[in-house]
């Protein structure tokens, strides 16, 4: 047997789980609800081609349109205040110091608790009357008011509070962006900073015009991923802790909406359309994106 | 204005507890080219950092164009560096990497953008003003960082370094014309190296350091004809100067007084030793290196000492071949034995 094909035969046979696994729970799935995007399908009868009938209604559903505009004011929200959190832990925490590993640890383990168990404690932290949050706010107030004399937030019943919570949630599971932005900033060359100390600049100088530029690639493939991910991260949030509301649909995102049209309604080739407008919304937002990116990336090639 | 351009004063300098300078004495005049010579590890990037205000001393005081400026910030120094990676940002052009300190100090645009420009005419690369890092050579980006050293008229120039990534035949181009360069703008220059012939070639002065310590500051013909320590006479050449107990050799021609009571070593250099010399110590040949027109013959004695000559190529020995090495004594170095310091007659 030649080597070459010896070690061709290695490589597949050392791909083949990861390709099994690829194509048995992710590729075929896909294709399936690709397929039926254009059936009628219920689990009970067989599906029944509709053609584009479920993506016209789709466009016409009221509730759907709600859900994206939901999804896209959250990722617009979002995905900027999780980047500029991240971003600001991992300038503040690259250093070796007193103290530092804990507080890195510290920053990582919200991301790393269940994120049901995390649901479940923002349910108690948002609670209006007992929830530490609003106890907080109505410290120095009277009549169960806040100390300027307003209203604490409803977060559980209020639309627009709802939807502030499900973002405020969000930023505090940063910490996967938080490593790789700590790993990007240490790896940036000493030499500039010290270079930018002898020109005398100022911190918030060397922020913009050092920082910021150097790590400029890292943070648009962070903010690409986010964007991505941001249609995901709503889904346990708004099933947990909101439950898609407050009625009718204020924190209902696309991603809930998917899910309870497939096992609530059982309307599984509705919720398959709906998936693949989920996929086209989320590869024109990330082709806009790229192609800021790249116009960035050309700078880069050292 | 008075006073050297710059002047070191008894400075040390310590990293992670570990004293890597000791009270460094160096003065550097106004105008001058000094060459921070020695090995990886003997300090001389902490000379210039010290300088630059990126490390600090822990004893000493160090005087900028006749200001004291140990406590003051990188900054307030007036200095500027170039480093031995260059430390150009990938994402401006080469006008705008030269005009950085000048936009940081908020110059206006324009005339940062014009000095800019001037700065890049005078070391060659006006026509690069703008590409960007990415797109440049080696030489190119050398030639963008020295122009952004030198946009800002600093009273001194510090260069880490600054030859050691260019290519062979680019640095000794690039070492010519830094020292044109100097001599241009009569500035004032520490330059760091590792390079013996880079020193001896750029340098009005040059500083030997080894382990923290300056072995000896003179101007290349002295470093080079007066060893101050067997550390110089070693590290300059190359290959190194032979040092062997006198007495191995027997010099020729007049001896100098020489001490009764103390041992020295006797050093010379290969292209001073002859292999001719029939009074000179037999020795055998165990290799020979043709580097062109030359050869380098490496011989052990009789007594077992170890001796490099220079020979031309075509009256190379053969391998094997025995030999007498001779040297006169007017190209003897003398050193005590036990510091290795220079043994000067009295």
Same mark, same amino acid.
């Given at each position: 047997?030649?080597?070459?094909?010896?070690?061709?035969?290695?490589?597949?046979?050392?791909?083949?789980?990861?390709?099994?696994?690829?194509?048995?729970?992710?590729?075929?799935?896909?294709?399936?609800?690709?397929?039926?995007?254009?059936?009628?399908?219920?689990?009970?009868?067989?599906?029944?081609?509709?053609?584009?009938?479920?993506?016209?209604?789709?466009?016409?559903?009221?509730?759907?349109?709600?859900?994206?505009?939901?999804?896209?004011?959250?990722?617009?929200?979002?995905?900027?205040?999780?980047?500029?959190?991240?971003?600001?832990?991992?300038?503040?925490?690259?250093?070796?110091?007193?103290?530092?590993?804990?507080?890195?640890?510290?920053?990582?383990?919200?991301?790393?608790?269940?994120?049901?168990?995390?649901?479940?404690?923002?349910?108690?932290?948002?609670?209006?009357?007992?929830?530490?949050?609003?106890?907080?706010?109505?410290?120095?107030?009277?009549?169960?008011?806040?100390?300027?004399?307003?209203?604490?937030?409803?977060?559980?019943?209020?639309?627009?509070?709802?939807?502030?919570?499900?973002?405020?949630?969000?930023?505090?599971?940063?910490?996967?962006?938080?490593?790789?932005?700590?790993?990007?900033?240490?790896?940036?060359?000493?030499?500039?900073?010290?270079?930018?100390?002898?020109?005398?600049?100022?911190?918030?100088?060397?922020?913009?015009?050092?920082?910021?530029?150097?790590?400029?690639?890292?943070?648009?493939?962070?903010?690409?991923?986010?964007?991505?991910?941001?249609?995901?991260?709503?889904?346990?949030?708004?099933?947990?802790?909101?439950?898609?509301?407050?009625?009718?649909?204020?924190?209902?995102?696309?991603?809930?909406?998917?899910?309870?049209?497939?096992?609530?309604?059982?309307?599984?080739?509705?919720?398959?359309?709906?998936?693949?407008?989920?996929?086209?919304?989320?590869?024109?937002?990330?082709?806009?994106?790229?192609?800021?990116?790249?116009?960035?990336?050309?700078?880069?090639?050292? | 204005?008075?006073?050297?351009?710059?002047?070191?004063?008894?400075?040390?300098?310590?990293?992670?507890?570990?004293?890597?300078?000791?009270?460094?004495?160096?003065?550097?005049?106004?105008?001058?080219?000094?060459?921070?010579?020695?090995?990886?590890?003997?300090?001389?990037?902490?000379?210039?950092?010290?300088?630059?205000?990126?490390?600090?001393?822990?004893?000493?005081?160090?005087?900028?164009?006749?200001?004291?400026?140990?406590?003051?910030?990188?900054?307030?120094?007036?200095?500027?560096?170039?480093?031995?990676?260059?430390?150009?940002?990938?994402?401006?052009?080469?006008?705008?990497?030269?005009?950085?300190?000048?936009?940081?100090?908020?110059?206006?645009?324009?005339?940062?953008?014009?000095?800019?420009?001037?700065?890049?005419?005078?070391?060659?690369? %006006? /026509?690069? !003003? &703008?590409?960007?890092? $990415?797109?440049?050579?080696?030489?190119? *980006?050398?030639? =963008?960082?020295?122009?952004? +050293?030198?946009?800002?008229?600093?009273?001194?120039?510090?260069?880490?370094?600054?030859?050691?990534?260019?290519?062979?035949?680019?640095?000794?181009?690039?070492?010519?014309?830094?020292?044109?360069?100097?001599?241009?703008?009569?500035?004032?220059?520490?330059?760091?190296?590792?390079?013996?012939?880079?020193?001896?070639?750029?340098?009005?002065?040059?500083?030997?350091?080894?382990?923290?310590?300056?072995?000896?500051?003179?101007?290349?013909?002295?470093?080079?004809?007066?060893?101050?320590?067997?550390?110089?006479?070693?590290?300059?050449?190359?290959?190194?100067?032979?040092?062997?107990?006198?007495?191995?050799?027997?010099?020729?021609?007049?001896?100098?007084?020489?001490?009764?009571?103390?041992?020295?070593?006797?050093?010379?250099?290969?292209? %001073? /030793?002859? !292999? &001719?010399?029939?009074? $000179?110590?037999?020795?055998?040949?165990? *290799?020979?290196? =043709?580097?062109?027109?030359? +050869?380098?013959?490496?011989?052990?004695?009789?007594?077992?000492?170890?001796?490099?000559?220079?020979?031309?190529?075509?009256?190379?020995?053969?391998?094997?071949?025995?030999?007498?090495?001779?040297?006169?004594?007017?190209?003897?170095?003398?050193?005590?034995?036990?510091?290795?310091?220079?043994?000067?007659?009295?």
């Amino acid at each position: 047997m030649r080597p070459d094909t010896r070690s061709r035969r290695q490589l597949t046979l050392m791909l083949a789980p990861y390709l099994v696994g690829l194509v048995g729970l992710v590729l075929l799935p896909a294709l399936i609800t690709l397929a039926l995007a254009f059936t009628e399908y219920d689990l009970l009868r067989p599906p029944t081609w509709v053609g584009l009938a479920n993506v016209t209604a789709l466009l016409d559903d009221p509730v759907f349109r709600v859900a994206a505009i939901n999804s896209l004011v959250f990722a617009v929200v979002a995905v900027p205040l999780r980047l500029l959190i991240a971003l600001g832990l991992a300038l503040l925490l690259y250093r070796r110091a007193p103290g530092v590993g804990t507080a890195r640890t510290a920053a990582v383990l919200p991301t790393a608790v269940p994120e049901i168990a995390y649901g479940l404690l923002w349910l108690w932290l948002l609670n209006p009357l007992y929830g530490p949050i609003n106890q907080l706010l109505r410290t120095g107030g009277q009549n169960g008011l806040t100390a300027l004399g307003r209203t604490p937030p409803q977060w559980l019943t209020d639309p627009t509070d709802a939807r502030a919570a499900i973002i405020a949630m969000s930023l505090f599971t940063v910490g996967e962006t938080f490593v790789v932005l700590l790993a990007a900033r240490r790896a940036l060359p000493r030499d500039v900073y010290e270079m930018a100390a002898l020109e005398d600049a100022t911190g918030w100088d060397v922020f913009r015009r050092v920082t910021l530029p150097l790590m400029a690639p890292v943070l648009g493939l962070l903010a690409v991923r986010d964007a991505i991910q941001s249609l995901h991260f709503t889904f346990v949030p708004a099933f947990v802790v909101t439950d898609g509301g407050p009625p009718p649909y204020a924190t209902t995102y696309l991603s809930l909406f998917v899910y309870r049209n497939a096992f609530e309604y059982l309307r599984y080739g509705y919720a398959a359309a709906a998936t693949l407008l989920m996929i086209l919304l989320t590869v024109a937002a990330v082709l806009v994106q790229w192609r800021l990116i790249r116009r960035y990336r050309a700078f880069y090639r050292l | 204005m008075s006073g050297p351009g710059l002047l070191l004063d008894g400075v040390s300098a310590a990293y992670r507890g570990a004293t890597v300078l000791h009270e460094v004495e160096l003065s550097v005049a106004r105008g001058e080219l000094l060459v921070v010579l020695g090995p990886s590890g003997a300090g001389k990037s902490t000379v210039l950092r010290v300088v630059a205000g990126l490390e600090p001393v822990t004893a000493g005081r160090v005087h900028i164009a006749g200001r004291d400026v140990t406590a003051a910030r990188p900054g307030l120094r007036n200095v500027s560096m170039v480093f031995q990676s260059y430390a150009l940002f990938p994402h401006l052009t080469v006008a705008e990497n030269i005009a950085f300190g000048l936009e940081v100090r908020d110059t206006p645009r324009a005339v940062a953008g014009e000095r800019a420009r001037a700065a890049a005419e005078t070391v060659g690369c %006006a /026509t690069l !003003l &703008d590409r960007r890092p $990415g797109q440049l050579s080696g030489g190119e *980006r050398q030639r =963008v960082a020295l122009a952004r +050293a030198l946009v800002r008229e600093p009273d001194v120039f510090l260069l880490d370094e600054p030859l050691s990534n260019l290519d062979l035949g680019l640095r000794v181009e690039m070492r010519a014309e830094l020292r044109t360069l100097h001599d241009r703008l009569g500035a004032t220059m520490v330059h760091v190296t590792h390079d013996q012939t880079e020193a001896l070639v750029l340098a009005d002065r040059i500083a030997v350091l080894r382990a923290g310590r300056i072995e000896q500051v003179g101007t290349p013909e002295e470093i080079w004809h007066a060893p101050a320590s067997t550390f110089v006479a070693r590290f300059v050449g190359s290959p190194a100067m032979n040092l062997l107990p006198a007495g191995s050799v027997l010099p020729s021609g007049d001896a100098p007084p020489l001490p009764a009571d103390e041992d020295l070593h006797v050093g010379f250099r290969p292209e %001073a /030793t002859r !292999l &001719d010399d029939v009074e $000179g110590a037999a020795a055998s040949v165990d *290799r020979v290196e =043709v580097v062109g027109e030359d +050869a380098y013959a490496y011989l052990t004695l009789a007594n077992g000492g170890a001796v490099v000559a220079r020979v031309p190529a075509a009256r190379r020995p053969a391998r094997g071949a025995p030999v007498r090495v001779g040297v006169r004594w007017a190209d003897v170095h003398l050193f005590h034995v036990g510091s290795g310091r220079r043994y000067r007659p009295a």
